[in-house]
């Protein structure tokens, strides 16, 4: 569907698919695995069919957010690599949150604060990965002491990861004219030029 | 409440006070293990009491028989031939739930009710309550727990929690010909213990002792040893045993604290956005490209 046809193109169609896939994985995972996470949480389970099936179904939804990001990874690891203008953005994040964006230095597809998010992201991802191979007991067995520290790991990856994730999601909800980006994928050039200019004079040749 | 003889000290995964108006008194297994004879006896009463029989495996050239604790043999015996003082000793232990004062099963369990430990000390699993997610055997500092293959849920020794609540002693109690195993008071227990690592010490076995475990609180089987001062002996039975830091970090105050840390991170976004307001694109920037757009 075309809206206005001077929209820039932010992501393809299997970027957005790929993405959402992620986000849902990743819904239904912190909602399970909060239930084993405390007691407070333990309500939860009841999304899944119950404590049971929150229990044998959450590692394989692991397996799949695991490989669905690696997806996102490769797609986009290239587009993240920080630098000097990112370091520059990052030393004055503060004004950024404080609502004044004007004296922030420019930034290419990705602002700096999105390149460390990338980053934290990946690493959450492996850790659990790795953490949560390590306590699945249904079909692995590892040294005790490898599944506890196994237990703190996941555990202390997934609430990082939670509160990283709390944070991406602001961040386009406060960011007006984001949330279209990955519904479906383009965005308005006043946007870009406003949040990325280095990418909006890429892709328009201003 | 099912059991009404058995009251609640302890229930896993649950943050709020227990019934606790009555206070029965602490109960204890004692196992002899310097009059145990290996017969196996108890294992079978087990069996037979509980109803199941571990699958038959083979002969590895031991006498232990099945050769672990699973899921359907919840006490095995564990027979070690060690020389002391030039003599070839033959320790036999029976394993199994040492039902500890702070049992690090309890702890580690993510499932409300799946696991009670009663205020006499019995550590018991309700099976209609576990999950299987196997956090149990993470956290028991005596590798005792085991998850079925069958159902996915966990077992071990109940202390034969039924028969205690209608006031009989544990089976394997019962069969026990040698009287290697006692049953009663924990006080009443520790006296004759008392009794028998006296004699022990007559005889010569100058580390007899009784195995109580603190690092775990206290537990309610306890083992007499004719050498107290080297538990690995009988088959690796940990020295000091307590549940681990990892365990204690995993389940320790790191987690409310964690929750709080999140809920201040949802809820400084949605101040931050009553507070900042949303971040428009500026009308400045709207002109340009309209501008742009007339040209
Ligand atoms: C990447 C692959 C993953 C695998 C293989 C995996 C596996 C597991 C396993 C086996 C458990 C134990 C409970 C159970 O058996 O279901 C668990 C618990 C948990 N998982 Fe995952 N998981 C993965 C990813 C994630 C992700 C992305 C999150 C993020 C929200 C997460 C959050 C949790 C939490 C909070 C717990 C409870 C931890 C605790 O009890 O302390 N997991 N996971
Ligand atoms: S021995 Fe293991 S299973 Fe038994 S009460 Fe202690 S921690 Fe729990």
């Not at chain 2, 709080?260 to 976004?269: F, H």
């Amino acid at each position: 569907m075309i809206r206005d046809p001077k929209d820039l193109q932010r992501y393809t169609a299997s970027e957005r698919a790929n993405h959402w896939v992620v986000g849902i994985c990743f819904i239904l995972l912190a909602l399970s695995g909060l239930a084993f996470f405390h007691p407070a949480f333990f309500p939860l389970s009841q999304f899944f069919g119950g404590p049971v099936w929150a229990r044998i179904l959450h590692p394989f939804i692991g397996v799949v957010l695991t490989i669905s990001f690696l997806g996102l990874f490769f797609r986009f690891w290239k587009l993240n690599r920080i630098g000097a203008a990112d370091r520059e953005w990052l030393s004055r994040v503060g004004e950024m949150v404080n609502g004044d964006d004007h004296g922030m230095p420019e930034q290419g597809k990705y602002n700096g604060g999105q390149k460390v998010m990338f980053w934290a992201l990946a690493v959450c991802v492996l850790l659990l990965f790795v953490s949560g191979i390590l306590l699945w007991r249904a079909y692995f067995s590892f040294p005790v002491d490898a599944v506890r520290l196994g237990a703190v790991v996941h555990a202390a990856a997934a609430a990082l990861m939670i509160g990283f994730i709390l944070v991406h999601v602001y961040a386009a909800i406060w960011v007006k004219g984001t949330i279209r980006a990955m519904w479906y994928g383009t965005v308005t050039r006043a946007w870009a030029k406003q949040h990325h200019r280095g990418w909006y004079r890429q892709v328009t040749g201003k | 409440m099912a059991l009404q003889s058995l009251d609640i000290q302890r229930r896993s995964a649950t943050t709020t006070p227990q019934p606790g108006a009555r206070n029965p008194v602490e109960v204890a297994k004692l196992i002899d293990v310097t009059t145990c004879i290996g017969c196996k006896a108890c294992q079978v009463s087990c069996s037979e009491w509980n109803d199941i029989r571990a699958e038959v495996g083979s002969n590895i050239g031991v006498y232990d028989n099945p050769i672990d604790l699973d899921a359907k043999a919840w006490t095995v015996m564990r027979y070690s031939e060690v020389e002391e003082n030039g003599k070839l000793e033959w320790l036999i232990r029976k394993d199994g739930c040492m039902h500890c004062s702070d049992p690090g099963c309890l702890k580690s369990c993510p499932s409300p009710g799946a696991i009670i430990q009663f205020k006499n000390g019995i550590v018991d699993f309700h099976q209609e309550n576990c999950i299987g997610c196997g956090y149990c055997v993470t956290g028991c500092p005596f590798n005792v727990p085991r998850i079925s293959k069958d159902d996915g849920k966990a077992y071990k020794c109940s202390l034969c929690s039924d028969r205690v609540a209608a006031g009989q002693e544990p089976s394997c109690v019962k069969t026990c010909p040698t009287g290697a195993i006692s049953f009663g008071s924990k006080a009443d227990m520790k006296e004759v213990a008392a009794r028998r690592i006296a004699n022990l010490k007559e005889r010569g076995y100058a580390n007899a002792g009784l195995y109580d475990p603190p690092g775990v609180g206290g537990t309610h089987v306890m083992y007499v040893l004719h050498h107290a001062d080297r538990p690995e002996l009988y088959a690796g039975l940990p020295k000091d045993p307590s549940i681990s830091p990892l365990v204690g970090l995993w389940k320790g105050v790191a987690k409310p604290l964690a929750t709080l840390a999140l809920a201040g991170v949802a809820l400084g976004s949605l101040f931050h956005y009553v507070v900042k307001g949303p971040n428009e694109i500026s009308k400045e920037i709207e002109d340009e490209i309209e501008k742009e757009d007339a040209q």
